[in-house]
Protein backbone atom coordinates (compact mmCIF):
# COMPACT_ATOMS: atom_id res chain seq x y z
CA UNK A 1 0.00 0.00 0.00
CA UNK A 2 1.33 3.69 -1.07
CA UNK A 3 2.47 5.92 1.81
CA UNK A 4 2.01 9.54 1.55
CA UNK A 5 5.34 11.82 1.10
CA UNK A 6 6.22 14.84 2.94
CA UNK A 7 6.03 15.94 5.97
CA UNK A 8 2.49 16.29 8.23
CA UNK A 9 2.04 17.72 12.10
CA UNK A 10 -1.56 16.42 13.59
CA UNK A 11 -2.43 18.60 16.55
CA UNK A 12 -4.74 20.14 18.62
CA UNK A 13 -5.65 16.37 20.48
CA UNK A 14 -5.45 14.28 22.69
CA UNK A 15 -3.17 11.35 21.80
CA UNK A 16 -4.57 7.89 23.04
CA UNK A 17 -1.49 5.91 21.51
CA UNK A 18 -3.12 2.17 22.07
CA UNK A 19 -0.95 1.07 24.73
CA UNK A 20 -3.20 1.21 27.08
CA UNK A 21 -1.64 4.21 28.55
CA UNK A 22 -3.48 7.23 29.86
CA UNK A 23 -4.04 9.84 26.94
CA UNK A 24 -1.40 12.99 26.89
CA UNK A 25 -3.41 16.16 26.49
CA UNK A 26 -2.33 18.80 23.77
CA UNK A 27 -0.80 16.15 21.80
CA UNK A 28 1.38 15.89 18.31
CA UNK A 29 2.15 13.89 15.81
CA UNK A 30 4.45 14.03 13.41
CA UNK A 31 4.26 12.36 9.92
CA UNK A 32 7.05 11.38 7.65
CA UNK A 33 6.92 9.55 4.62
CA UNK A 34 4.05 7.57 5.91
CA UNK A 35 5.48 7.23 9.35
CA UNK A 36 5.26 8.23 12.72
CA UNK A 37 8.49 10.59 13.64
CA UNK A 38 7.25 11.92 16.44
CA UNK A 39 4.11 11.31 18.97
CA UNK A 40 3.81 13.35 22.77
CA UNK A 41 3.23 16.11 23.95
CA UNK A 42 3.52 19.36 22.00
CA UNK A 43 5.88 20.58 24.25
CA UNK A 44 8.78 18.20 23.11
CA UNK A 45 7.60 18.31 19.65
CA UNK A 46 10.08 19.01 16.86
CA UNK A 47 10.32 22.36 15.42
CA UNK A 48 8.68 22.34 11.70
CA UNK A 49 8.63 24.86 9.05
CA UNK A 50 5.55 27.02 9.43
CA UNK A 51 4.10 26.67 5.99
CA UNK A 52 4.12 22.49 7.19
CA UNK A 53 1.03 20.26 6.28
CA UNK A 54 -1.02 20.20 9.27
CA UNK A 55 -4.68 18.34 10.42
CA UNK A 56 -6.41 20.39 13.61
CA UNK A 57 -7.91 17.33 15.14
CA UNK A 58 -10.26 20.07 16.83
CA UNK A 59 -9.72 18.96 20.53
CA UNK A 60 -10.80 15.65 19.60
CA UNK A 61 -8.76 12.69 19.64
CA UNK A 62 -5.77 11.16 17.76
CA UNK A 63 -5.68 7.42 18.03
CA UNK A 64 -4.43 4.39 15.94
CA UNK A 65 -6.70 2.83 13.16
CA UNK A 66 -8.79 0.52 14.45
CA UNK A 67 -8.05 -3.49 13.97
CA UNK A 68 -11.36 -5.77 13.15
CA UNK A 69 -9.88 -9.34 14.25
CA UNK A 70 -12.72 -11.56 13.07
CA UNK A 71 -14.18 -9.88 9.61
CA UNK A 72 -16.51 -11.60 7.42
CA UNK A 73 -16.52 -9.27 3.95
CA UNK A 74 -18.48 -11.58 2.39
CA UNK A 75 -21.20 -11.81 5.00
CA UNK A 76 -23.55 -9.48 3.25
CA UNK A 77 -26.23 -8.96 6.30
CA UNK A 78 -27.97 -12.05 6.01
CA UNK A 79 -30.87 -13.46 8.22
CA UNK A 80 -29.92 -16.75 7.53
CA UNK A 81 -26.75 -19.02 7.77
CA UNK A 82 -27.88 -20.81 4.59
CA UNK A 83 -27.58 -17.84 2.82
CA UNK A 84 -23.69 -16.93 3.08
CA UNK A 85 -22.72 -19.81 1.12
CA UNK A 86 -24.33 -19.80 -2.84
CA UNK A 87 -27.64 -17.10 -2.12
CA UNK A 88 -25.60 -15.39 -5.20
CA UNK A 89 -23.11 -16.13 -7.45
CA UNK A 90 -19.41 -15.60 -6.50
CA UNK A 91 -19.20 -12.60 -9.07
CA UNK A 92 -22.16 -10.53 -6.97
CA UNK A 93 -20.53 -10.88 -3.85
CA UNK A 94 -17.15 -9.77 -4.52
CA UNK A 95 -18.50 -6.90 -5.47
CA UNK A 96 -20.55 -6.42 -2.10
CA UNK A 97 -17.51 -7.92 -0.19
CA UNK A 98 -15.61 -4.54 -1.86
CA UNK A 99 -18.23 -2.25 -0.56
CA UNK A 100 -18.22 -3.77 2.75
CA UNK A 101 -14.01 -3.15 2.95
CA UNK A 102 -14.77 0.25 1.92
CA UNK A 103 -17.27 0.68 4.43
CA UNK A 104 -15.05 -0.50 6.97
CA UNK A 105 -12.35 2.10 6.19
CA UNK A 106 -15.04 4.56 6.42
CA UNK A 107 -15.84 3.12 9.92
CA UNK A 108 -11.98 3.56 11.23
CA UNK A 109 -10.84 -0.01 10.75
CA UNK A 110 -7.97 0.71 8.89
CA UNK A 111 -7.09 -3.43 9.40
CA UNK A 112 -9.06 -6.57 9.73
CA UNK A 113 -8.28 -10.10 9.88
CA UNK A 114 -10.68 -12.27 7.79
CA UNK A 115 -12.76 -14.84 9.91
CA UNK A 116 -13.28 -16.50 6.74
CA UNK A 117 -14.65 -15.53 3.20
CA UNK A 118 -16.90 -16.99 0.14
CA UNK A 119 -14.35 -18.85 -2.28
CA UNK A 120 -11.42 -16.87 -2.24
CA UNK A 121 -12.63 -13.23 -2.27
CA UNK A 122 -10.90 -12.34 0.18
CA UNK A 123 -6.89 -12.59 -0.52
CA UNK A 124 -7.99 -10.89 -4.06
CA UNK A 125 -9.83 -7.78 -1.80
CA UNK A 126 -6.21 -8.11 -0.33
CA UNK A 127 -4.63 -7.61 -3.37
CA UNK A 128 -6.50 -5.03 -4.30
CA UNK A 129 -6.31 -2.72 -1.60
CA UNK A 130 -2.76 -3.44 -1.12
CA UNK A 131 -2.16 -2.07 -5.18
CA UNK A 132 -4.69 0.87 -3.91
CA UNK A 133 -7.36 -0.16 -6.40
CA UNK A 134 -10.24 -0.48 -3.88
CA UNK A 135 -10.22 1.34 -0.20
CA UNK A 136 -10.51 -1.08 2.77
CA UNK A 137 -8.53 -2.17 5.65
CA UNK A 138 -4.70 -3.66 5.37
CA UNK A 139 -6.26 -7.10 5.52
CA UNK A 140 -4.91 -11.17 6.64
CA UNK A 141 -7.24 -13.77 4.64
CA UNK A 142 -8.29 -16.72 5.33
CA UNK A 143 -10.19 -17.72 2.55
CA UNK A 144 -12.59 -20.55 2.58
CA UNK A 145 -13.16 -22.29 6.24
CA UNK A 146 -12.49 -25.91 7.43
CA UNK A 147 -15.30 -27.88 9.24
CA UNK A 148 -15.84 -31.94 9.85
CA UNK A 149 -18.51 -33.45 7.72
CA UNK A 150 -21.73 -33.32 9.17
CA UNK A 151 -20.37 -30.38 11.32
CA UNK A 152 -21.67 -26.52 12.05
CA UNK A 153 -20.89 -25.31 8.34
CA UNK A 154 -22.42 -28.35 6.29
CA UNK A 155 -26.06 -27.45 6.27
CA UNK A 156 -27.18 -28.64 3.12
CA UNK A 157 -28.70 -32.24 3.28
CA UNK A 158 -27.25 -35.16 0.99
CA UNK A 159 -30.48 -34.85 -0.98
CA UNK A 160 -30.29 -31.57 -2.34
CA UNK A 161 -27.35 -32.75 -4.31
CA UNK A 162 -25.84 -29.58 -3.62
CA UNK A 163 -22.02 -29.45 -1.32
CA UNK A 164 -20.66 -26.06 0.09
CA UNK A 165 -18.05 -25.21 -2.54
CA UNK A 166 -18.12 -21.97 -1.93
CA UNK A 167 -17.68 -21.17 1.60
CA UNK A 168 -15.77 -23.92 3.69
CA UNK A 169 -14.12 -27.10 2.93
CA UNK A 170 -15.54 -30.01 4.45
CA UNK A 171 -13.46 -32.82 5.94
CA UNK A 172 -13.53 -36.47 7.19
CA UNK A 173 -10.28 -37.48 9.37
CA UNK A 174 -6.96 -35.68 9.39
CA UNK A 175 -6.05 -36.61 5.81
CA UNK A 176 -9.04 -34.56 4.42
CA UNK A 177 -7.80 -32.16 6.67
CA UNK A 178 -4.01 -31.88 5.50
CA UNK A 179 -5.41 -31.61 1.76
CA UNK A 180 -7.76 -29.08 2.82
CA UNK A 181 -5.21 -26.76 4.68
CA UNK A 182 -2.92 -27.72 1.28
CA UNK A 183 -5.80 -25.65 -1.21
CA UNK A 184 -5.68 -23.10 1.14
CA UNK A 185 -1.95 -22.44 0.94
CA UNK A 186 -1.76 -22.97 -3.00
CA UNK A 187 -5.12 -19.97 -2.69
CA UNK A 188 -2.75 -17.32 -1.11
CA UNK A 189 -4.56 -17.45 2.31
CA UNK A 190 -2.86 -16.24 5.78
CA UNK A 191 -4.92 -17.66 8.70
CA UNK A 192 -7.07 -21.05 8.63
CA UNK A 193 -10.04 -20.57 9.85
CA UNK A 194 -12.06 -24.06 11.42
CA UNK A 195 -14.72 -24.81 13.19
CA UNK A 196 -13.89 -27.23 16.20
CA UNK A 197 -17.49 -26.73 17.38
CA UNK A 198 -20.73 -25.72 17.37
CA UNK A 199 -22.84 -22.89 17.94
CA UNK A 200 -26.17 -21.57 19.40
CA UNK A 201 -27.37 -20.92 15.86
CA UNK A 202 -27.46 -24.95 15.52
CA UNK A 203 -29.67 -26.17 17.87
CA UNK A 204 -30.40 -29.41 16.37
CA UNK A 205 -27.48 -31.16 15.79
CA UNK A 206 -24.33 -28.82 16.33
CA UNK A 207 -25.43 -26.59 19.13
CA UNK A 208 -22.31 -24.89 21.11
CA UNK A 209 -21.43 -27.38 23.34
CA UNK A 210 -20.99 -30.16 20.25
CA UNK A 211 -17.42 -30.52 18.49
CA UNK A 212 -17.95 -30.42 15.13
CA UNK A 213 -13.85 -31.72 14.46
CA UNK A 214 -11.79 -34.17 16.09
CA UNK A 215 -8.56 -33.72 17.82
CA UNK A 216 -6.78 -35.97 15.26
CA UNK A 217 -8.33 -33.65 12.62
CA UNK A 218 -7.15 -30.03 13.76
CA UNK A 219 -3.63 -31.01 14.74
CA UNK A 220 -3.00 -32.58 11.47
CA UNK A 221 -4.56 -28.74 10.22
CA UNK A 222 -2.17 -26.78 12.64
CA UNK A 223 0.96 -29.23 11.35
CA UNK A 224 0.46 -28.72 8.29
CA UNK A 225 -0.50 -24.25 8.43
CA UNK A 226 2.60 -24.27 10.30
CA UNK A 227 4.72 -26.48 7.80
CA UNK A 228 3.57 -23.33 5.21
CA UNK A 229 4.01 -20.59 7.68
CA UNK A 230 0.07 -19.93 8.23
CA UNK A 231 -1.51 -19.25 11.44
CA UNK A 232 -4.49 -21.47 12.55
CA UNK A 233 -7.63 -20.19 14.43
CA UNK A 234 -11.29 -21.65 15.12
CA UNK A 235 -14.51 -20.77 16.12
CA UNK A 236 -14.46 -23.01 19.86
CA UNK A 237 -17.63 -22.36 22.01
CA UNK A 238 -17.61 -25.98 24.05
CA UNK A 239 -14.83 -26.01 26.51
CA UNK A 240 -13.91 -29.31 25.07
CA UNK A 241 -12.95 -27.86 21.67
CA UNK A 242 -11.35 -24.93 23.58
CA UNK A 243 -9.14 -27.43 24.87
CA UNK A 244 -8.46 -29.68 21.87
CA UNK A 245 -7.70 -25.92 19.27
CA UNK A 246 -4.98 -25.13 22.92
CA UNK A 247 -3.07 -28.54 23.03
CA UNK A 248 -3.05 -28.43 19.02
CA UNK A 249 -1.28 -25.79 18.99
CA UNK A 250 -3.69 -23.09 17.13
CA UNK A 251 -2.79 -19.56 17.04
CA UNK A 252 -6.09 -17.95 18.06
CA UNK A 253 -9.02 -18.53 19.65
CA UNK A 254 -12.27 -17.55 18.39
CA UNK A 255 -15.08 -16.91 20.88
CA UNK A 256 -13.80 -19.30 23.78
CA UNK A 257 -17.22 -19.43 24.96
CA UNK A 258 -17.05 -22.12 27.86
CA UNK A 259 -13.31 -21.73 28.77
CA UNK A 260 -12.13 -23.71 31.77
CA UNK A 261 -9.36 -23.39 34.52
CA UNK A 262 -7.73 -25.77 32.12
CA UNK A 263 -8.43 -24.32 29.02
CA UNK A 264 -7.48 -20.84 31.04
CA UNK A 265 -3.84 -21.76 31.83
CA UNK A 266 -3.25 -23.51 28.43
CA UNK A 267 -4.11 -19.99 27.14
CA UNK A 268 -2.08 -17.82 29.45
CA UNK A 269 1.15 -20.12 28.94
CA UNK A 270 0.91 -20.05 25.16
CA UNK A 271 0.01 -16.55 25.26
CA UNK A 272 -2.75 -17.22 23.06
CA UNK A 273 -5.31 -14.22 21.98
CA UNK A 274 -8.80 -14.60 22.12
CA UNK A 275 -11.29 -12.96 20.01
CA UNK A 276 -15.02 -13.00 22.10
CA UNK A 277 -17.15 -11.54 19.63
CA UNK A 278 -19.98 -10.72 21.77
CA UNK A 279 -22.56 -8.18 20.63
CA UNK A 280 -22.69 -10.63 17.94
CA UNK A 281 -24.78 -12.21 20.86
CA UNK A 282 -26.47 -9.67 22.45
CA UNK A 283 -27.85 -8.51 18.94
CA UNK A 284 -29.12 -12.04 18.06
CA UNK A 285 -31.22 -12.29 21.37
CA UNK A 286 -32.46 -8.33 21.02
CA UNK A 287 -32.96 -8.26 17.35
CA UNK A 288 -32.88 -11.63 15.85
CA UNK A 289 -36.65 -12.98 16.56
CA UNK A 290 -37.63 -9.88 14.30
CA UNK A 291 -35.98 -11.68 11.67
CA UNK A 292 -37.32 -14.87 12.25
CA UNK A 293 -34.80 -16.55 14.81
CA UNK A 294 -36.86 -19.27 17.18
CA UNK A 295 -36.68 -18.59 20.85
CA UNK A 296 -34.81 -22.22 20.86
CA UNK A 297 -31.74 -20.12 19.13
CA UNK A 298 -32.44 -16.92 21.14
CA UNK A 299 -31.94 -19.27 24.27
CA UNK A 300 -28.84 -20.78 22.79
CA UNK A 301 -27.39 -17.16 22.67
CA UNK A 302 -28.35 -15.86 26.17
CA UNK A 303 -26.44 -19.02 27.59
CA UNK A 304 -23.11 -18.33 24.84
CA UNK A 305 -22.80 -14.48 25.51
CA UNK A 306 -23.21 -15.11 29.46
CA UNK A 307 -20.62 -17.55 29.02
CA UNK A 308 -18.66 -15.30 26.95
CA UNK A 309 -18.55 -12.32 28.59
CA UNK A 310 -17.61 -14.18 31.79
CA UNK A 311 -14.89 -15.82 29.91
CA UNK A 312 -13.54 -12.22 28.48
CA UNK A 313 -13.25 -11.24 31.86
CA UNK A 314 -11.11 -14.05 33.07
CA UNK A 315 -9.07 -14.10 30.16
CA UNK A 316 -7.99 -10.46 30.41
CA UNK A 317 -7.82 -10.37 34.09
CA UNK A 318 -5.65 -13.33 34.23
CA UNK A 319 -3.56 -11.43 32.12
CA UNK A 320 -4.33 -12.84 28.28
CA UNK A 321 -4.97 -10.60 25.12
CA UNK A 322 -8.38 -10.09 23.68
CA UNK A 323 -8.68 -8.78 20.05
CA UNK A 324 -12.25 -6.73 19.03
CA UNK A 325 -13.71 -8.48 16.47
CA UNK A 326 -17.90 -8.83 15.79
CA UNK A 327 -18.61 -11.29 12.85
CA UNK A 328 -20.71 -8.26 11.21
CA UNK A 329 -22.82 -9.25 8.81
CA UNK A 330 -25.96 -10.84 9.32
CA UNK A 331 -29.11 -8.91 9.25
CA UNK A 332 -29.17 -8.05 12.92
CA UNK A 333 -25.74 -6.80 13.02
CA UNK A 334 -25.20 -5.51 9.49
CA UNK A 335 -21.05 -3.99 8.25
CA UNK A 336 -21.19 -0.90 9.18
CA UNK A 337 -21.80 -1.17 13.17
CA UNK A 338 -18.27 -2.45 13.88
CA UNK A 339 -17.96 -0.05 16.58
CA UNK A 340 -20.71 -1.45 18.39
CA UNK A 341 -18.69 -4.10 19.64
CA UNK A 342 -16.84 -2.13 21.89
CA UNK A 343 -18.99 -0.27 23.17
CA UNK A 344 -20.76 -3.36 24.26
CA UNK A 345 -17.47 -4.53 25.95
CA UNK A 346 -17.41 -1.25 28.05
CA UNK A 347 -21.23 -0.86 28.71
CA UNK A 348 -22.10 -4.87 29.17
CA UNK A 349 -18.64 -6.62 29.92
CA UNK A 350 -17.23 -3.96 32.27
CA UNK A 351 -13.73 -3.29 30.08
CA UNK A 352 -12.53 0.12 30.79
CA UNK A 353 -12.72 2.08 27.57
CA UNK A 354 -8.62 2.27 27.38
CA UNK A 355 -8.51 -1.36 27.62
CA UNK A 356 -11.15 -1.86 24.90
CA UNK A 357 -9.36 0.50 22.83
CA UNK A 358 -6.01 -1.46 23.66
CA UNK A 359 -7.45 -4.77 22.61
CA UNK A 360 -8.89 -3.05 19.19
CA UNK A 361 -5.54 -1.31 18.58
CA UNK A 362 -2.48 -3.01 19.20
CA UNK A 363 -3.57 -6.58 20.02
CA UNK A 364 -5.18 -6.46 16.73
CA UNK A 365 -2.35 -5.73 15.00
CA UNK A 366 -0.69 -8.06 17.16
CA UNK A 367 -2.92 -11.11 16.40
CA UNK A 368 -2.99 -10.24 12.32
CA UNK A 369 1.22 -10.59 12.91
CA UNK A 370 2.03 -6.73 12.21
CA UNK A 371 2.42 -5.17 15.37
CA UNK A 372 5.79 -4.26 14.19
CA UNK A 373 4.09 -2.11 11.77
CA UNK A 374 0.83 -0.38 13.01
CA UNK A 375 -1.22 -0.64 15.78
CA UNK A 376 -0.11 1.84 18.09
CA UNK A 377 0.65 5.51 17.84
CA UNK A 378 4.68 4.90 18.07
CA UNK A 379 7.93 6.33 16.43
CA UNK A 380 8.71 4.19 13.22
CA UNK A 381 5.06 2.96 12.99
CA UNK A 382 3.23 3.41 10.04
CA UNK A 383 0.28 6.18 10.24
CA UNK A 384 -2.16 4.53 10.52
CA UNK A 385 -4.54 6.75 12.37
CA UNK A 386 -7.78 7.58 13.35
CA UNK A 387 -8.32 11.28 14.22
CA UNK A 388 -11.85 11.86 16.08
CA UNK A 389 -13.78 14.78 17.09
CA UNK A 390 -14.52 13.64 20.26
CA UNK A 391 -12.87 11.71 23.43
CA UNK A 392 -13.46 7.72 23.16
CA UNK A 393 -12.33 7.55 26.68
CA UNK A 394 -15.03 8.83 28.36
CA UNK A 395 -17.33 8.42 25.53
CA UNK A 396 -16.57 5.05 23.84
CA UNK A 397 -19.75 5.25 21.75
CA UNK A 398 -18.23 8.21 19.24
CA UNK A 399 -16.27 5.58 17.73
CA UNK A 400 -19.72 4.16 16.35
CA UNK A 401 -20.57 7.70 14.46
CA UNK A 402 -18.31 8.03 11.35
CA UNK A 403 -19.44 11.90 10.98
CA UNK A 404 -17.33 12.69 14.07
CA UNK A 405 -14.30 11.25 11.76
CA UNK A 406 -12.07 14.12 10.87
CA UNK A 407 -9.35 11.47 9.19
CA UNK A 408 -9.06 7.69 8.87
CA UNK A 409 -5.12 7.40 7.34
CA UNK A 410 -3.34 4.64 6.17
CA UNK A 411 0.23 5.06 5.49
CA UNK A 412 0.13 9.22 6.43
CA UNK A 413 -2.59 8.94 3.35
CA UNK A 414 -5.59 10.36 4.20
CA UNK A 415 -8.78 7.63 3.07
CA UNK A 416 -11.75 8.72 4.65
CA UNK A 417 -13.28 10.89 7.30
CA UNK A 418 -14.15 14.79 6.78
CA UNK A 419 -10.81 15.72 5.25
CA UNK A 420 -10.83 13.14 2.74
ZN1 LIG B 1 -17.09 -15.69 12.22
Known sequence: MKTCSGVTLIRNGQLVDGTGSPPIPNAHVVVRDGRIVYA???????????????????????????????????????AALEDLDI?????????????NAKLALECGYTAARSGGS??????????AIEEGIMLG????????????????MDWNPDYRRIGMEGLVLLINGPDEARSAVRKLVKDGIEWVKTYPTGDAAAPDTNDHHTLCMTFEEMHAVVATAHNHKLKVTGHCRATQGILNALKAGY????????????????LLKRDVPCVPALQFEYASIEFGPSFGMSQR????????????????????????????GGDYGFAWTPHGTYAKELTFFVEHVGLTPLEVLKCA????AEIMGRSDEFGTVEV????????????????????????KFIAVMQGGVIKAGKLA
Open 40 to 78: GSAIGSPSLPNDVASIDANGGTIMPGLVEAHYHPTYFNV
Open 251 to 266: DAIEHGTFIDDEGLEL
Open 380 to 403: GKLADLLIVDGDPVSDIRVLEDRK
Open 118 to 127: LFNIDVWLRK
Open 297 to 324: VVDGHKETLEGGAESARRILKAGGRLGM
Open 137 to 152: PRLAPSGREICGVGGL
Open 361 to 364: TKTG
Open 87 to 99: KYPVEYVTLLAAN
